[in-house]
């Protein structure tokens, strides 16, 4: 089972950017990989996922046109672009590593420790 290190967070003012990288000890090719946050006294929510090949993805419709999740197998590495970031992005940002497309946090079964973006007005 691989490990996830996210990184990448940090603070940035309304209509920044940051990309997330989330790092697997191991290969990743074999995993879908989703990208999942939590704000500040809510449940963690699905923000969006990438298939194993990469072809198929997903995100939550607040997000959409916004973020882009890419992946670069060869590196073992999962990356969250964060474009035009707006106050309610603000949260922890986590990977995970599933073997179904899901939505789910339940279909995911490794996660990583999160990294904090908070966006500023």
């Known amino acids: 089972q691989v490990q996830l290190v996210e990184s990448g967070g940090g603070l940035v003012q309304t209509g920044g950017s940051l990309r997330l990288s989330c790092v697997a000890s191991g290969g990743i090719n074999s995993y879908v990989m989703g990208w999942f946050r939590q704000a500040p006294g809510k449940e963690r929510e699905f923000v969006g996922y990438?298939?194993?090949?990469?072809?198929?993805?997903r995100y939550i419709d607040p997000v959409k046109g916004r973020f882009t999740i890419s992946r670069d197998n060869a590196k073992n590495t999962v990356y969250l672009q964060m474009n035009t970031l707006k106050p309610d992005d603000t949260a922890v940002y986590y990977c995970a590593a599933g073997d179904l497309l899901a939505e789910s946090q339940d279909r995911y079964n490794t996660w990583g420790q999160g990294t904090q973006v908070t966006v500023s007005l």
């Open positions: 990438i298939s194993k090949g990469g072809v198929i993805r």
